[in-house]
Every structure is written in structure tokens, then in C-alpha cells.
């Protein structure tokens, strides 16, 4: 064979080759130009590409992937969860790295760590800051201010009073924990609640007592109220001091916080108190058929007439806790209620219950009463007051709730210590739920002495807009302005 009909043989292959290349790439652009313009069709596009790659067995191209379908995907579980429920799902490795020093806290598997930041870079003495805190709080409180705009408030008014009887409860019951004695105390407590809320919607009422109620406290209490009231008699093992307590160790101790004044400190009842209301009266038969309690206590008012249904709030918009008073404790009474909760957090795989948007600098800030942190190992003592307080049992008989209850209860320090039920609540809602779930009833004028919550609303008498004491030297008590520094992200949300 010449050179020449070489040449020839191999021109004409590849000229073949150029043809029926361009004939397979002609079909191709005729295939896409009769579909839909490209530019607003980018769906469409992939799609495109989808059907023709599904139409051939590309399986011995070892590195192609699948073309994923264009339809959006819902994120995976974990993500979902790490929006407003409890633990750390969702949190990325990058995420860990770094929250420490940019947001206060670190939620690693047995390597989980929290400290003060001071978000908004407070600067100044402690009474300086104080009186930083008293402007702040002031200004909010003496804003007028209406309803939450969060919930459509509408839907969820009173029934008119023909209509009560049919009305449809969320559920939900009021509950105090009161003794015989008390029944004119918490009487009149019944009569001015009811007044202000319940008379417009009978919710039922759950009266609990360490010993049976008497005769006489029952009829008493049923003049006050057209509502149903059932008495509950605390079963023995939800109540009474357990019997891995040492007497002496508690004696001692209990002689200790007294010297040092701590209210009821050597009153073991105050002490069984605390802790049941604390871990156990959630868990009584009584209450297992309700979602929803609102506490209620004797020797307390309220200010507000309250014209639309809490409980349905609470239910339409999932929080899972409301408060109206926010303010520092004794610190020598919650000692070491922080090491032991970190100890808790850092054991096992306990880190997974804590819940990122949670409350942590409102649990460590420590501009106002740094000697509180000092004492309580960190903790600002900062907790919401539960004499009043609307709740979502669900959280307080949640896994996370119960594993780190059953461990404080395990180191005896409800006796050895002072722990209220107060911080006790308070803390576990700030590292379990999302901050965004507490709600600060700030519409709701209260009083317990001697502290109120009196907002200015056209539904509010009989207190002073934006007074927080009886007494203006307990105003350093009130730690409502690092609830709203470092837990409400815009004020003008709700109200
Ligand atoms: N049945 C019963 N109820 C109790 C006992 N101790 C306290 N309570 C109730 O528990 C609630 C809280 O007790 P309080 O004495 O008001 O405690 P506190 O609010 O911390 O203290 P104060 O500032 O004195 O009101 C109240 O409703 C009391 O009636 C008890 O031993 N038995
Ligand atoms: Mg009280």
C-alpha cells in the first residue's frame, strides 16, 4: 500500500467519525431547543439531562454519581430537631469549635463547658450596672402595652357566660400546694384569680396537701368557686424526706445555712416543699391526665383582668413555660446546684440534653450580684419566680428533666442544701428548652411579696407601673434585665 492511499483510507475514517459525531451532537441540541427556555426553567434543565441520563446505562462510568431529583428534600431529622426541641442534634463539628469563645458554651460528649460573655459588653461597677439594669427595667415596664401579638388572640377570647359550659378546655388545671390552715389564705387567693381570669373560663382546680384535706377546709374552699376542685393527698414517697438522707450531715448542715439567716433552713417541710414541687408533683395520679398547670399560692394578687385563654397561648404557640417575675436567689441556698448539674452534663452521653438556644447567659451573667456567682460556683442564682407559673408538663416529665432531676435528687442536697423549686425549674428550662419557649407574661400584674410584675395595660389596677419592690433597697434583687438582655431578641415581638 502506498503512502498516499494510507492517507486516503485514514482521511475518509476520520471524516466518518467527524459526521456522525456531529449528527449525535445536532440531535442532542435539537432534543433541548424544543424544550422550555432555559432561563426560567432550570428545574426543567436538570430534569432535562435526568430523563437522557436515565435512558442509558452509564453504570461502567465507576465515578458518576446519580443526577438528584430537583425537588426540595425536607432536611434530616436531626436538623428539625435542633430548631426549638431539647438536645444538641444539629450542631456541626465547626459549630462546637468555636461557641466557646464567641458564645459562652461548649457542648461536647463529656466535655461540655459554659462561661459569661457579656453579649453587650456592660461595663461599670456593679451598681452602676444596676442602675443600668433599673433604667432598662423600668423603661420596658412602664411602656403601654397590650396583648401578645405573637398568637391570634382573637380566636382564643372567653366564651360569652351562656356558652361556658360547653366551653372546650385546653388541658390543663390550676394547682396549689396548700395546708389546712391556709384555706382562707388561699381562699381569697382563688377569689381575686378568679376574678381576674377563671371566672371566664372554669378551669378545673387540683388542691394537693401532704396530709388529707379536712371537711372543713373542702366546703370552704367550694364557695370560692364554680369551677370543679378536686383534693389530692401526696402519697408518702412523693413527699417525705428519702431515706438515703444523713440525719447528721443534714443537722449540720442545716445549722449551717441557719447561722448564715437563710430562710427555713432547718424546716424539713420547707425542704420536702421544694423538692416535690422540684421532681415529683407532676408525677402525682391526679395530675398524669392534664398537659398544663398554673401554680398558684396563697397570700398573692393579680392586677390584670386577663381576657383571653393562657393555657391556649401557651398550647397555640408551644411554649413550654410562663413567668412574671424574674430575680436573684440566696445564694448560699443553691450552692452547688451549678457543679452538680455540670457534673450531670459531662457524664455519659447526658451532654445530648442540652438545647443550644437555651438560656445560659441569663444562668451565668454576673454584672449585677457577682458576689451571687462567687458563692453559687458560677451560677447568677437568676431564676424565675414559681409561685407563679404556667407550665407544659410535658418538659418537666421529659427524659432530659427527669435523668438530670433524678440526679440532684441522688446527692441529697434538697436536705444538705436549700435547692428551691424555683432555680431548680428555672435551670432545667435553660439549658433544655429553647429560650424562645419562656415566656415572660409580661401583660400580667402580679404580686408576691415583696416583689410585683405590674405592666402599664388599660386592663391593669391597683399597682405601680414599673415598681418592682415594696421595698426600693431590694430592687438589686431583680434580675429581669438580663432576661431581656440576653433572652428576648426583639421586645417589641410579642408586646
Ligand atoms: N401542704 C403543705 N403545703 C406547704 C407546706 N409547706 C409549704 N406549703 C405550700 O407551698 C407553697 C410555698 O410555700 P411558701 O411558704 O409560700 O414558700 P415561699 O413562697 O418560698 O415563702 P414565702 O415567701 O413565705 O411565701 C405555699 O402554697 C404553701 O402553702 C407543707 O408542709 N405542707
Ligand atoms: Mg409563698
Redesign the pocket.
Known amino acids: 500500500m502506498t503512502m498516499r492511499n494510507v492517507f486516503n483510507r485514514r482521511f475518509r475514517r476520520i471524516t466518518v467519525i467527524i459526521i456522525s459525531g456531529t449528527i449525535f451532537l445536532f440531535i442532542i441540541v435539537i432534543l433541548f431547543a424544543s424544550r422550555k427556555p432555559l432561563s426560567s426553567q432550570d428545574s426543567d434543565l436538570t430534569m432535562g439531562f435526568k430523563s437522557f441520563a436515565d435512558n442509558f446505562d452509564f453504570s461502567y462510568l465507576k465515578n458518576l454519581k446519580p443526577i438528584s431529583d430537583s425537588t426540595p428534600q425536607p432536611p434530616p431529622q436531626s436538623l428539625l430537631e435542633s430548631e426549638s426541641g431539647t438536645g444538641t442534634k444539629g450542631i456541626t463539628e465547626e459549630e462546637e469549635e468555636d461557641t466557646y469563645e464567641t458564645k459562652g458554651y461548649q457542648i461536647k460528649r463529656q466535655d461540655v463547658k459554659f462561661k459569661y460573655i457579656n453579649p453587650n459588653g456592660k461595663k461599670g461597677t456593679k451598681q452602676e450596672v444596676q442602675a443600668q439594669h433599673d433604667e432598662l427595667y423600668n423603661k420596658v415596664l412602664t411602656k403601654e402595652i397590650h396583648e401578645p401579638k405573637d398568637f391570634n388572640i382573637e380566636s382564643i377570647r372567653p366564651p360569652s357566660p351562656d356558652m361556658l359550659s360547653k366551653y372546650k378546655h385546653a388541658n390543663a388545671t390550676i394547682v396549689?400546694?396548700?395546708?389546712?390552715h391556709?384555706f382562707g389564705?388561699?381562699g381569697r387567693t382563688i377569689r381575686k384569680f378568679e376574678k381576674s381570669f377563671n371566672e371566664k373560663f372554669n378551669y378545673p382546680y387540683t388542691l394537693?396537701?401532704?396530709?388529707p384535706f379536712s371537711d372543713k377546709f373542702k366546703d370552704r374552699i367550694q364557695a370560692f368557686t364554680k369551677s370543679p376542685v378536686e383534693f389530692v393527698t401526696?402519697p408518702e414517697e412523693l413527699w417525705s424526706k428519702p431515706d438515703s438522707i444523713d440525719v447528721e450531715k443534714q443537722t449540720t448542715e442545716m445549722n449551717i445555712m441557719a447561722e448564715h439567716n437563710v430562710?427555713?433552713a432547718k424546716?424539713e417541710?420547707?425542704h420536702?416543699?421544694?423538692r416535690f414541687?422540684s421532681g415529683n408533683m407532676f408525677n402525682l395520679p391526679e395530675l398524669q391526665k392534664y398537659k398544663y398547670y398554673w401554680r398558684?399560692?396563697?397570700?398573692v394578687e393579680f392586677y390584670t383582668s386577663i381576657n383571653y385563654d393562657i393555657f391556649k397561648y401557651l398550647e397555640g404557640t408551644k411554649k413550654v413555660y410562663g413567668f412574671t417575675i424574674s430575680l436573684y436567689d440566696i445564694s448560699e441556698t443553691v450552692k452547688t446546684l451549678w457543679t452538680e448539674t455540670l457534673k450531670f452534663l459531662n457524664t455519659g452521653d447526658n451532654y445530648k440534653y442540652i438545647n443550644k438556644n437555651g438560656a445560659f447567659q441569663w444562668l451565668l451573667s454576673d454584672t449585677q450580684l457577682p458576689e451571687n456567682n462567687q458563692i453559687a460556683g458560677g451560677y447568677s442564682t437568676c431564676h424565675f419566680w414559681s409561685?407563679f407559673e404556667i407550665v407544659d408538663m410535658d418538659f418537666l416529665r421529659s427524659e432530659a428533666y427527669t435523668a438530670w432531676f433524678n440526679h440532684l435528687d441522688s446527692t441529697g442536697k434538697f436536705y444538705y442544701e436549700r435547692w428551691?423549686d424555683?432555680p431548680v425549674h428555672s435551670m432545667g428550662l435553660a439549658l433544655f428548652a429553647d429560650k424562645s419557649k419562656v415566656h415572660w407574661f409580661r401583660d400580667v400584674g402580679y404580686f408576691?411579696?415583696p416583689y410585683y410584675n405590674c405592666p402599664k395595660t388599660s386592663h391593669t389596677r391597683g399597682c405601680e407601673p414599673g415598681q418592682f419592690s415594696k421595698w426600693d433597697h431590694l430592687n438589686d434583687q431583680n434580675c429581669m434585665a438580663s432576661w431581656i438582655d440576653y433572652s428576648i431578641d426583639d421586645l417589641d415581638a410579642i408586646y
Open positions: 396549689a400546694l396548700v395546708r389546712n391556709e389564705a388561699i394537693i396537701n401532704d396530709v401526696i430562710a427555713y424546716m417541710s420547707y420536702n416543699m421544694c414541687y398558684i399560692e396563697p397570700h409561685n428551691g424555683a408576691h411579696d
